[in-house]
Structures are given as structure tokens and as C-alpha cells.
């Protein structure tokens, strides 16, 4: 099987570079020898940046040391849409690699002209540039300024073939981690510009809260300036502290109008349930009744989950004197954050500069283009002046964006050779993005807040072509012959949901491998054995003996611990990974160790790659086993990290991860490809190992428990 | 009203002035400019903020200046002096202990005080000290093994 296309007979632009092809907008040769790369894609914690620099050394023949990667930025940058759906090595390596080679084929073409010589036969070697024909050697330093960039990308320029990249493919060291290690200053949080003032907000103590009124004597004595409009109440101030301080007395000193508008957390499943939906019809075989076959029923849940960043969200604005706005973000879509910052203010977007720069792990749409929409919002109260607002922890875990809570229903049958016959899967959720520019809406927070605020509709789901939402591998990669798929989006929600890490394809997959553990144990087969039993697909058998293998699955466990598989492939055409958890189940639930394999085809770094996994699957066992936004019917309660624990030290697995080697395929992006085989192993071992079935996330001891107790009825 | 304040900061002695209730974070971070220690919670429940006061590893977030006065501070950047890494800087960079980076600062603070005193620690006594740090991207196995490691450097 090979999934390697055939070259198209005119060769075509990679899309990111179609819609930004001149060469100069990407890359900069600059005297000293050092090139500048400029992507539109953004580092999140996740190594992109190292990767992108691989492939642009490795085209160019320079050193990793000699290339620089600038941040992204929507006047200068190219436009690569989000950084999101593990898809940046996919997007933007092409693009990369194409815009450097066509850089060094201009650079050749130089030498080559100045020596009257071969292009041909011209050779670079760690950025020298030698001909056989002359011995005068030159370097892309010497060439800088004769060779011209601003001219567009040619199609046609070959890049390098596998055998020729020396870069790609090592395990480079990352190159944002040096800086993080010394503790230099390298964050949005660090960044100081001139004249920079402080700013807070006042956020409302609930999210159907209307501000009254405030009295802001209280604050008089303090240096700082309040703004309000609307329901927006923040104050700016050169002294930190002071503006700290000032918002905590303001919380006591202002009167709001509060409802009750969130669900019954208690009771997601009848919320989710009660609609309106969109009905998301994913494939509608009609699975019918297959009379003779035996068949089985199961519901699974998950609670709404935190993106819960070390970081508090931060944004930096500053209004400049001839009505330019220049904004400061660690956003993953720059560009969709300018527009929906214009379409608000109703300004040009042109008007409007947006630069990325780092922010603490991100692991979808957090608060980022929020807070840096508060920053515009509180520096249009002091032109001239740049503002940084800081999120508290306290908002940090109440404000951003919530991953959706969801339900399934899943229901199949077998028949008597112990093969599925049918499958019927229903899946409810709100929607899993609510990003910027989403269905037409801006997105931002503070925007509903405003004297004249801004309505949202209820988040939407990306379209299947980008791999749903709710739906997001909502289809059992197995083989079976009757299938009915469907999705049922919220249409009204109450809570603010949009993407987080592998968005509904975690609930999805955790419900199918677990149905499948439990229809392997109707069957009275090994749950791998009924899986490979299923799956045609060669690349997915492969990871799977993989996992089994190094986990040495079939081997007898120690009294109380469990073992559990879990098997995906992301977005059913990402990359593929399969999960073997140990756990402990004896009080409540201890993953002790997590043996993984993937295919990711092409590995452009496999240290990160591993880096990717590990951490993937680390925070994956942290939603599993702790992990729920918790309210009631007004406030989000869950504001700190005694009420919001994630996984600790003591409580993270050993983990092990094999790549299974694919380098003749394309780049499949790793980020997201672990969370939901990770839950499901989880789930499958804790079964392992108590016997019951737990079928609704968390696994807490209190969950534990409550199966238990549900099983004896 | 603004006091001053004077302290061993990484060695250097420094006067400053702020109010009694102002965090050591916010003066390192501002008057200071030491960008090392970092706001992740505010209230001591993180990790990211940790520096060393006399020896011990406290929060910076929750540590008012009053309380520092004629004190001595170590942060991050203080822990191998002039543009050397600590053994443990160096260890978390060998196993590409990291990924957004926030988290480590204050990793590496507590890391180095363990070391002090117990200079090869096993698995459980590094697990043991971090455990009051979070870290959201999961490279809690990498960080354990890199101050394993540097433990187990020749000194
Ligand atoms: S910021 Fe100090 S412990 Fe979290
Ligand atoms: S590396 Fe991101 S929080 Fe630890």
C-alpha cells in the first residue's frame, strides 16, 4: 500500500504559499550570514518553530545554528490561518521547504552569474557556496545583497529528496528551551515596552452578570485610571501591585445583577440531550435489526474540561497617535484575532497590526485573544501608551473557553462467529470552536460585556474537511457492514465551549475502545485479538502489535493492577497511536505507566515527536482520572487549583513511546493523536482490574464507586 | 506608602522600594528585572514562582516584601551565576526536559535546592520534591529523569 501521490504534471503551489508567494515575506539573508524565516505558524510549547527550522536548514544548506525564526506577525508574515488540528509540520513544511529552496536556487544563480560558471554544478555546504569550475568560494552572507526576494515562489525549483535532507529527521534540540531553562525573558508576560502600563480586569462574578453600578472612590488614592464600558470594568497603571490591588477593591465595591443561567452539572447528560440541536449525519448505512445477532447498548460521558495553562492569559495593545492599533498576542490565529479586534471597533483591519509572541503551553483556543482584547479595550483609555493586562488564575480557569462536556450512545450487535454486524453511534455536545471569526461572530469575551454588547450565537463545529467537531472520529476505524454515525450539536448553550486538544475526537474514542473492550468480553475474545480481528488497515495493525508488544500485553499483571488497550487514528486520516495503560484501581484510580507506539510517517524530529506523545498522554491521564469543570447553576466554581486539580508529579505515568517508522510517508502532526487512545486504555484497565465498567469521566474514586454501586442494582 | 527595602539578590545586594504587602514576585520581576520566576497562580499552589529565601524554597507570589527584608534571595538566574548553567539547567536541557518552558524556572529552583542537600537523589525524592509544581504540558517523566541525571553527574 502506498498513500504517495504522483506528481501532478504541472507542479502547484503548497496552499499556504499560493496565498503568500512572495519569497521575501517568508524569508530575509541578511549580511551576517543569519536567515531569517517567518512563518504564519506560532510556537505553542509544542516545537513547531524547531521543526519549521529543520526543514528550511536542510533546503538552504545551512547550519540549524544559522537560521532564526521570527514570530509571526499579520503585517509582515505570511498567512497561515490557525495553528491548530496538529496540522503545522503538514501546512507548513511544504511551504517551508519550497520557499528555501527557491532562495538557494536564486543564491546559486548569483554565484553561478558572477563566476560565469554551472548553476548546476555550484555546491552549498553549511551555507559556502563553491563551484568546481572557480576556486573562489562566496556564502549567502557575501550574496546578501545582491539577491533579490521579493519576488514570488517558483513550483517548479526541486526540493530536497529524503536521502539528501541531513537535518530533517534528527532529534535537534529545541530552540525556544535554552532561553526557558536560564530563565531569561522569552514570554508576552516578560515583554516590557516602552512607556508600558499595567492593566487588570474586573471580570463579572458569573457569566449572566450585568454590572449596576461601582463605586470607584475607593480607589481614588491609588495611581490608577479606571475604564468602564458597560459591563467591562478594568483599571491601567504604571505599578502592578496597584493595579492588582485597585481591581480586588473594586470587586467590593461594585453591585451586579446576577442569574442563574448555567445547567445542572450534576446532570449534563439531560442538558446535552434536551437540544435544540444540529443533527450532524456522519454516515447513514441503516444498521436495521440483525435478528439473530447478539447485540449490546452503552452510555459514556465526559464533563466540561480546562484548558487550565500554567500561565494566566496575557495581551499587550497600544493605540498609536495616527489611529493604528498594534496588538501583542500569544493567539493561535493572529490574523483571525486582527479581524474580529476590527469588526468589533469597526475599524479597517488593515489599521490593525497583531504580533505572536509566547505564551505558556496552549492546548487550543484559550484565553489568549481574549486578554488581548482587554488590552485594547483599557489602552484606548491612554493613547500612546502600550498596555499588558494579565488574566488572574482565578479568571484563567473560569473564563477561557471550556472543552465541550459530551455524550454517547453507542449500540451493536455480533454475530455468532463473534464478528460485528452493526453499529449505531449518537453523540451530543455543544459545539468545539468558538475561535474568532467563528460563524460570522468575533469570539472576543470582553465584547459581550460591552455597553452595547455583542450577542454570540452557540459554538460551532470545524466542517468535516478539517475533521468536525463533535463528530471528530466519531467513525470506528474498524471494518464493520452496517453503520448509522450521527452527531447532535447543541444550538443553545449556557457555557462557553470551543476547541481543546484533539476537540470530540477524546469522548469519541474513549467510548468506542471502551465499547469495544466490552464487546470483546461478550464475545469472550482478547480485546486485542477482536480489534486486529477488525482492522484491515496495515498501518494501524502495525501500531497496535507495536503497543501490545513493548507492553508485553498477555503476560499476567500483579494482584489489583489492570492493563487496557486504546487505538485511534487521528481525525481518521491523521496519525496513529495506541495506548497500553497499567493502572492501580484499589481506592482510587493510578496509572502507573503508559506504553505507546505511533505512526506519524515522516518524522521530522523524533525527539519531539516522543515529546509531543508523552505529554499528550500525560495531560490525556490527568482529564481521565481528574479532571471537571465544576458550577452551579450561576458561577463556575472550580476557580483555583485545590478545586481544579490536575495530574501531580507523584501521579504522572512512566511512559514509554515507540515511533513506528513510516519515512517515506507524509508528515502527520502528533499533538492531539494521544488523547483519546490514553483515556480509553485508562478506562479498559481500571475495567481490567475491578471488574466494572466505568463509563463516564472522571475516573475518580467517586466514580469508582458509583459503578460499582450501578451495577449492583 | 512605599518602603525600602534592602536584600542579597543572586549574590548582589540591592535597595528597593515598594509597599510591605507587594510580592517579592512582582519586584523581581519589575524593579528587578529578573523575568525568571513567573505569575502562574498567585497563591502558592503552582510552583512557578519559587525561588529561595535563606535556603528555603518558598512562592515569591505569596512572599510580601516585608517579609525578605536583609533576606537572601536565590532565583533562577542565580542559581549558577554569570551565563553558566547549574548542573540541573544543564541536565533538563540534555533530555529535553520542556515545552512551553513555563514551569521550569520554578522546577529548577526547588531541583537545585534538593540537590543541595541531598546531592543523588533517587526517582522518589525528586518525585517528592516537585510534587508542589504543576506542570500542564506533561513533561513531568522528562523533568524527574533529567534531575536523576544530574544528580548522577560528576561533580
Ligand atoms: S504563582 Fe506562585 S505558586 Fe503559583
Ligand atoms: S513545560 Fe509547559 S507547563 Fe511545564
Redesign the pocket.
Known amino acids: 500500500m502506498s498513500l504517495a501521490s504522483t506528481p501532478p504534471d504541472i507542479p502547484t503551489l503548497p496552499k499556504s504559499l499560493a496565498a503568500n508567494p512572495i519569497l521575501s515575506r517568508w524569508v530575509n539573508v541578511h549580511s551576517d550570514g543569519v536567515v531569517d524565516v517567518r512563518v504564519g505558524k506560532v510556537e505553542l510549547g509544542q516545537g513547531i518553530l524547531t521543526a519549521l527550522a529543520q526543514l528550511a536548514a536542510d533546503e538552504l544548506d545551512v547550519d540549524l545554528a544559522q537560521v532564526r525564526m521570527l514570530p509571526a506577525n499579520t503585517a509582515s508574515g505570511p498567512d497561515e490561518g490557525l495553528t491548530s488540528g496538529s496540522m503545522s509540520v503538514a501546512d507548513s513544511g511544504p511551504a517551508v521547504r519550497l520557499v528555501a529552496a527557491n532562495v538557494r536556487a536564486l543564491f546559486v544563480g548569483e554565484a553561478a552569474r558572477r563566476w560565469q560558471v554551472d548553476a548546476e554544478r555550484v555546491t552549498v555546504v553549511s551555507g559556502r557556496i563553491a563551484s568546481p569550475q572557480t576556486p573562489d568560494t562566496t556564502s549567502y552572507a557575501e550574496l546578501a545583497e545582491s539577491v533579490d526576494l521579493g519576488i514570488a515562489a517558483d513550483a517548479g525549483v526541486p526540493v530536497k529528496t529524503l536521502e539528501q535532507q541531513r537535518v530533517t529527521g534528527t532529534s535537534a534540540p529545541r530552540l525556544d528551551l535554552p532561553d526557558k531553562v536560564a530563565g531569561r525573558a522569552r514570554f508576552i508576560h516578560d515583554l516590557r515596552l516602552p512607556g508600558q502600563l499595567f492593566g487588570r480586569v474586573l471580570r463579572p462574578p458569573s457569566p449572566g452578570a450585568r454590572l449596576v453600578a461601582v463605586d470607584v472612590s475607593r480607589v481614588a488614592d491609588l495611581d490608577v485610571q479606571v475604564v468602564r464600558d458597560g459591563s467591562f470594568l478594568g483599571v491601567v497603571g504604571a505599578d502592578e501591585a496597584q493595579a492588582t490591588r485597585a481591581v480586588e477593591i473594586l470587586r467590593g465595591s461594585t453591585t451586579w445583577d446576577e442569574r442563574d443561567t448555567l445547567p445542572d452539572e450534576s446532570d449534563l447528560d439531560t442538558y446535552l440531550r434536551a437540544g435544540p440541536h444540529e443533527p450532524i449525519p456522519v454516515i447513514e448505512d441503516d444498521p436495521g435489526t440483525q435478528q439473530h445477532d447478539r447485540g449490546l447498548r452503552a452510555t459514556y460521558s465526559r464533563p466540561f474540561i480546562a484548558h487550565a495553562s500554567m500561565a494566566p492569559s496575557c495581551g499587550i495593545a497600544l493605540w498609536q497617535g495616527d489611529g493604528r492599533l498594534a496588538v501583542w498576542s500569544h493567539s493561535q490565529g493572529i490574523h483571525g484575532l486582527r479581524n474580529a479586534i476590527a469588526q468589533v471597533l469597526d475599524l479597517e483591519p488593515e489599521s490593525v497590526t497583531v504580533e505572536h509572541a509566547e505564551g505558556a503551553g496552549c492546548y487550543g483556543h484559550n484565553g489568549a485573544d481574549d486578554a488581548a482584547f482587554d488590552a485594547v479595550l483599557l489602552a484606548r483609555a491612554v493613547p500612546g501608551r502600550p498596555v499588558q493586562v494579565q488574566w488572574s488564575r482565578a479568571d484563567e480557569l473560569s473564563w477561557s473557553p471550556f472543552g465541550s462536556a459530551m455524550t454517547a450512545d453507542v449500540n451493536a450487535t455480533v454475530d455468532e462467529q463473534g464478528r460485528l454486524t452493526s453499529w449505531a453511534y449518537d453523540v451530543w455536545s455543544q459545539g468545539h470552536t468558538a475561535r474568532p471569526g467563528y460563524a460570522g461572530n468575533p469570539g472576543l469575551l470582553a465584547a459581550t460585556h460591552l455597553e452595547a454588547p455583542w450577542t454570540y450565537s452557540a459554538p460551532t463545529d470545524p466542517p468535516a474537511a478539517r475533521g468536525g467537531g463533535t463528530t471528530r472520529n466519531a467513525v470506528p476505524i474498524y471494518g464493520i457492514p452496517h453503520r448509522r454515525i450521527t452527531g447532535h450539536r447543541l444550538t443553545e448553550t449556557s457555557i462557553r465551549s470551543s476547541a481543546l486538544r484533539a476537540l470530540g475526537a477524546h469522548m469519541n474514542v474513549f467510548a468506542i475502545e471502551s465499547f469495544m473492550d466490552e464487546l470483546a468480553q461478550l464475545v469472550g475474545q482478547d480485546p486485542l485479538a477482536f480489534r486486529l480481528a477488525h482492522l484491515d488497515d496495515e498501518r494501524g495493525r502495525r501500531v497496535l502489535q507495536a503497543a501490545a508488544r513493548a507492553a508485553g500485553w498477555g503476560q499476567d499483571t500483579p494482584d489489583g493492577v489492570g492493563r487496557g488497550i486504546g487505538f485511534a487514528r487521528y481525525k481518521g486520516r491523521g496519525a496513529y497511536c495506541a495506548v497500553v495503560a497499567e493502572v492501580e484501581a484499589e481506592h482510587d484510580v493510578r496509572v502507573r505507566r503508559l506504553t505507546i507506539a505511533v505512526d506519524v510517517g515522516r518524522v521530522v524530529n523524533p525527539d519531539g515527536v516522543r515529546n509531543q506523545i508523552e505529554g499528550g498522554a500525560t495531560q490525556a491521564t490527568s482529564w481521565t482520572v481528574k479532571e471537571r469543570v465544576r458550577f452551579d447553576r450561576r458561577r463556575v466554581t472550580s476557580d483555583d487549583w485545590e478545586r481544579y486539580p490536575i495530574l501531580l508529579f507523584s501521579e504522572a505515568p512512566q511512559i514509554d513511546v515507540e515511533i513506528v517508522p513510516n519515512p517515506g510517508l507524509p508528515s502527520l502532526g502528533a499533538g492531539e493523536a494521544a488523547q483519546g487512545p490514553t483515556t480509553a486504555a485508562i478506562a479498559n484497565a481500571v475495567a481490567d482490574a475491578i471488574g466494572i465498567r466505568v463509563r463516564h469521566l472522571p475516573l475518580t474514586a467517586d466514580a469508582v464507586v458509583a459503578a460499582i454501586e450501578s451495577e449492583q442494582l | 506608602m512605599k518602603q525600602r527595602y534592602s536584600l542579597s539578590v543572586n549574590g548582589a545586594q540591592v535597595d528597593v522600594e515598594a509597599e510591605p504587602e507587594t510580592s517579592l514576585l512582582t519586584v523581581l520581576r519589575n524593579d528587578l528585572d529578573l523575568k525568571g520566576a513567573r505569575?502562574?497562580?498567585?497563591?502558592?499552589?503552582?510552583?512557578?514562582?519559587f525561588v529561595q529565601v535563606d535556603g528555603a524554597v518558598v512562592?515569591s507570589?505569596?512572599t510580601p516584601m516585608w517579609s525578605v527584608d536583609h533576606k537572601s534571595v536565590v532565583t533562577v538566574e542565580g542559581l549558577a551565576g554569570d551565563d553558566r548553567l547549574h548542573p540541573v539547567q544543564q541536565a533538563l536541557l540534555d533530555e529535553q526536559a520542556g515545552q512551553c518552558g513555563y514551569c521550569l524556572a520554578g522546577v529548577l529552583v526547588s531541583a537545585a535546592a534538593l540537590l543541595d542537600t541531598n546531592p543523588r537523589p533517587d526517582e522518589q525524592a525528586v518525585v517528592e520534591a516537585l510534587d508542589r509544581h504543576l506542570c500542564r504540558c506533561g513533561v513531568q517523566g522528562r523533568i524527574v529523569r533529567a534531575v536523576v541525571r544530574a544528580g548522577q553527574e560528576p561533580i
Not at chain 2, 505569575?39 to 514562582?49: K, N, Q, T, Y
Open positions: 505569575f502562574g497562580c498567585g497563591s502558592g499552589l503552582c510552583g512557578a514562582c512562592p507570589c505569596d
